[in-house]
């Protein structure tokens, strides 16, 4: 049995609510901020990490979509919960940024030496852009430019990017984005990317060709990239990049009505795989029927064991008597394959607010030997950003366990 505590703060434009479990700890609510230019908050959310400084610190960004403003939100600083107003704000204006601002987002450690930057690359180079720690450098375009440069984007290390658009998948450094070869990719490609061995692992799902493309892309020099036999699929929607201990790679997408999974053991071949599929099933008053599973993927070790947890999003989900309200599926490896753990819900589920729209993880506990991040998912529908603290953590709470942060 959950029970609800929900107390009103306010912290320059940014109110919380606390939503309390009996079983976990806090889930913190972020409401569209007053005077927040456009709709649909919660639409597009990132987390990234990187020292600040001299701490290590952690940050989510999120924005409505297309033509709205930026929020950079604290999570962790100084060794400890650091939750409270916006650290930058970034499109607060029209006159501000591009219009195309705002459908994707970048979030960086450091950026060309700047410390903790949020980048919304767009076609023109007229990118809204800020950095914590020094003046933002700007993301240059691609020459030919490319109209729907930045339609989707991801961050894959400390300098290093990878950009959709019309033309195809570019990969973004420090003063350049160049176009790759060997790989096909339009604006309505999904990408996730991971360090891998010297260079980077890139999975996209190119819905128009019912494709999902795995490649290899060096992290500097040739644009070549080494690419797998592709997988053909259908209804294919978003793709996730995590990690296992201590040396397996998992790539998840979004394929009809379930999520295909993919294990790598061997990091010198990125082709060699072995998968399975998960599927939504009915759980704590979450009806599946309907519930667009896999609108939204992330990975993110939520436990603290070294291993990471696939989040899933169902935001058309019917949850007790509130259709649409939303929810958001865990599942943990359990042998070869992922297994359904919990399911993450509003305790007042609000009717068309569309929780797992968006997914995103962040860290905390970043100065200990067990770090762990949370879950952090949009509600457009409302105009909401949830966090979840601990989720993955049953039984262990603020007061009793040795991982939840209090």
Request: contains cysteine.
């Amino acid at each position: 049995m959950r029970w609800l505590a929900i107390t009103s703060i306010l912290c320059g434009c940014d109110p919380f609510a606390f939503d309390e479990y009996e079983d976990q700890a806090g889930v913190v609510v972020y409401e569209t901020p007053d005077g927040y230019r456009g709709a649909a908050f919660g639409s597009v959310i990132v987390g990234y990490e990187g020292t600040l400084n001299g701490q290590l610190v952690s940050r989510f960004a999120v924005s409505g979509g297309r033509n709205t403003a930026i929020r950079v939100l604290p999570v962790w600083s100084a060794g400890a919960l650091s939750l409270g107003p916006a650290t930058k704000e970034l499109c607060e204006s029209v006159d501000d940024c591009n219009e195309s601002a705002g459908r994707s987002i970048l979030g960086f450690g450091r950026f060309d030496g700047k410390e903790m930057c949020v980048v919304s690359p767009v076609a023109n180079g007229d990118n809204d852009q800020e950095c914590e720690g020094g003046e933002a450098p700007n993301v240059v375009p691609p020459t030919p430019p490319d109209a729907e440069f930045g339609t989707r984007a991801v961050a894959i290390a400390d300098d290093l990017a990878l950009a959709t658009g019309a033309g195809g998948i570019y990969r973004v450094r420090p003063g350049r984005s160049e176009l790759l070869t060997g790989v096909t990719g339009d604006v309505n490609t999904r990408i996730a990317a991971t360090l891998f061995g010297p260079a980077a692992l890139a999975v996209a799902t190119v819905s128009g060709d019912n494709q999902v493309l795995r490649f290899v892309v060096p992290i500097d020099g040739a644009l070549a990239v080494t690419t797998c036999p592709a997988d053909p699929s259908t209804e294919l929607g978003d793709v996730v990049i995590g990690h296992l201990e201590p040396t397996t790679t998992v790539v998840a997408w979004t394929s009809g009505t379930g999520v295909s999974v993919e294990l790598l053991s061997d990091t010198s071949d990125p082709c060699a795989s072995s998968g399975h599929t998960v599927v939504c099933t009915d759980r704590r008053g979450v009806a599946c029927a309907g519930s667009g599973f896999g609108a939204a993927l992330a990975m993110g070790d939520l436990d603290g064991d070294g291993s990471d947890e696939l989040l899933v999003g169902a935001p058309m989900a019917t949850v007790g008597e509130s259709a649409g309200a939303g929810a958001v599926f865990v599942f943990r490896l359990d042998g070869d394959a992922f297994v359904l753990v919990d399911v993450l819900t509003d305790s007042d589920p609000e009717e068309g607010a569309g929780l797992g729209k968006a997914l995103a993880t962040v860290g905390t506990n970043l100065d200990a030997a067990t770090l762990r991040d949370e879950v952090v998912a949009g509600a457009p529908g409302i105009g909401a950003v949830f966090l979840f603290l601990c989720s993955a953590l049953a039984n262990d709470t603020p007061a009793a366990g040795s991982r939840c942060i209090p």
